[in-house]
């Protein structure tokens, strides 16, 4: 199973980005997919998450300017940002958890990179 993210650049603050994960390979069930973000020096927090039923989950740093969905047919996850600030700059990360031929397990995608600055 792999994921891979896209959609993170530079944005100024104020500013908006979609940020987009698609998971492949062999699988029978995708259960919760969801964001993950890293900034230097810090841990890794969540951001959201969302499970296949479309319940979605937030962290309070992001509530009312991020929102997460997903696709289950494209089996995609969507973290949109929106009023981004400086303090959001992170490696964004995309985390499945995933029933596959080889069992039940968490996977992580690469990461893709969000800059705030003006």
């Known amino acids: 199973v792999q994921l891979v993210e896209s959609g993170g650049g530079l944005v100024q603050p104020g500013g908006s980005l979609r940020l987009s994960c698609v998971a492949s390979?062999?699988?029978?069930?995708?259960?919760?997919m969801g964001w993950y973000r890293q900034a230097p020096g810090n841990q890794r927090e969540l951001v959201g998450s969302?499970?296949?039923?479309?319940?979605?989950k937030l962290s309070d740093s992001v509530e009312g300017r991020f929102s997460v969905a997903r696709d289950n047919a494209e089996n995609t996850v969507y973290l949109q940002m929106t009023n981004l600030e400086p303090e959001d700059t992170a490696v964004y990360y995309c985390?499945?958890?995933?029933?596959?031929?080889?069992?039940?397990?968490?996977?992580w995608g690469p990461g893709t990179q969000v800059t705030v600055s003006s």
């Open positions: 985390n499945a958890d995933v029933i596959a031929p080889e069992g039940y397990d968490e996977y």
């Open positions: 390979g062999t699988f029978f069930v995708i259960n919760r």
């Open positions: 969302v499970t296949s039923g479309g319940t979605t």
